[in-house]
């Protein structure tokens, strides 16, 4: 069983910031690339950023400059810092974590369950 658990979102004023978690927790072998997405009421998923398993990140346009994404592999754990924070920018935060339960499982995607980011203007 694997779980993916975010935390760390909130209400929050324009221009403020917030730090989400997204926690792997049960029988993990490795976690390779994660995502974060965030979907907005009425709108379609959009991708967020990517931080793979060595550490390399990209980030959507509308992102850069403001997100940083980060990882800790011992604890399992990645991280979206979110700076400079707009109202369009208030959506439900999901991580998406590409994860290998055994040395020789297949990788597969598991998602978590989202924490609302709401930024009044």
């Known amino acids: 069983q694997v779980q993916l658990v975010e935390s760390g979102g909130g209400p929050v004023q324009a221009g403020g910031s917030l730090r989400l978690s997204c926690a792997a927790s049960?029988?993990?072998?490795?976690?390779?690339?994660t995502s974060w997405y965030r979907q907005a009421p009425g709108k379609q998923r959009e991708w967020v950023a990517l931080?793979?398993?060595?550490?390399?990140?990209s980030y959507a346009n509308s992102m850069k400059g403001r997100f940083t994404i980060s990882r800790d592999n011992a604890k399992n754990t990645v991280y979206l810092q979110m700076n400079s924070l707009k109202p369009e920018d208030t959506a439900v935060y999901y991580c998406?974590?590409?994860?290998?339960?055994?040395?020789?499982?297949?990788?597969?995607?598991?998602w978590g369950q989202g924490t609302q980011v709401t930024v009044s203007s």
């Open positions: 998406a974590a590409k994860l290998r339960t055994s040395q020789w499982g297949s990788l597969s995607t598991y």
């Open positions: 931080v793979t398993k060595g550490g390399s990140t």
């Open positions: 049960g029988t993990i072998f490795s976690l390779s690339d």
